[in-house]
T-cell receptor, first 112, second 115 residues
């Protein structure tokens, strides 16, 4: 079926490699950031979040880094597995508002 | 775990039909959202609701309406479906934390084809 991955930048890695997915956000007033994973035909799934008073946050096999100076967010996935193959996108929020602004996403392809 | 469910995974409708997409969340969340997702365009907000019977337009509300009669349920209505409304529709919910940003939790999506 049609994939949300069409027209997206793609990162291809080998199983076991570390992956880094980048996101440039737009609003210097944004103070909360989320990474989502979306597998083909499914809804986005929360991975990890970070608030602007932090530079780094770690989860299980994932780390999010925030550089407010250059408005850049990255997601690092350690020991990437074939099951990590998906579209990953970031979202930003300005405190006091309920809505999120989403990036277009990056497709991660993991080869066995 | 937050659970957001959508009434249909796939729908096929004809041009001019009235279409209802239903979304239910079981976490007593205040906020609910409807998005459409198209290749190359990402997620675009159609409507959202921050309370029962309240609604706010998102970025692309034209051709859509919504209904929130109960806290757990948020419906998206296409009054007269058109082929350019063929898309993946995603519902999300979030707990209202006031001044703090918060995660939105998504349903599995409804892929709508309008012929």
């Amino acid at each position: 079926g049609e994939s949300v991955g069409l027209h997206l930048p793609t990162l291809s890695v080998q199983e076991g490699d570390n992956s880094i997915i980048n996101c440039a956000y737009s609003n210097s007033a944004s103070d909360y950031f989320i990474w989502y994973k979306q597998e083909s035909g499914k809804g986005p799934q929360f991975i990890i979040d970070i608030r602007s008073n932090m530079d780094k946050r770690q989860g299980q096999r994932v780390t999010v880094l925030l550089n407010k100076t250059v408005k850049h967010l990255s997601l690092q996935i350690a020991a990437t597995q074939p099951g990590d193959s998906a579209v990953y996108f970031c979202a930003e929020n300005i405190g006091g508002y309920s809505t999120l602004t989403f990036g277009k996403g990056t497709m991660l392809l993991v080869s066995p | 775990d937050v659970k957001v469910t959508q009434s249909s995974r796939y729908l096929v409708k004809r041009t001019g039909e009235k279409v209802f997409l239903e979304c239910v969340q079981d976490m007593d969340h205040e906020n609910m959202f409807w998005y459409r997702q198209d290749p190359g365009l990402g997620l675009r907000l159609i409507y959202f609701s921050y309370d029962v019977k309240m609604k706010e337009k998102g970025d692309i509300p034209e051709g859509y309406s919504v209904s929130r009669e109960k806290k757990e349920r948020f419906s998206l209505i296409l009054e007269s479906a058109s082929t350019n409304q063929t898309s993946m529709y995603l519902c999300a919910s979030s707990l209202s934390l006031g001044h703090l940003g918060e995660t939105q939790y998504f349903g599995p999506g409804t892929r709508l084809l309008v012929l």
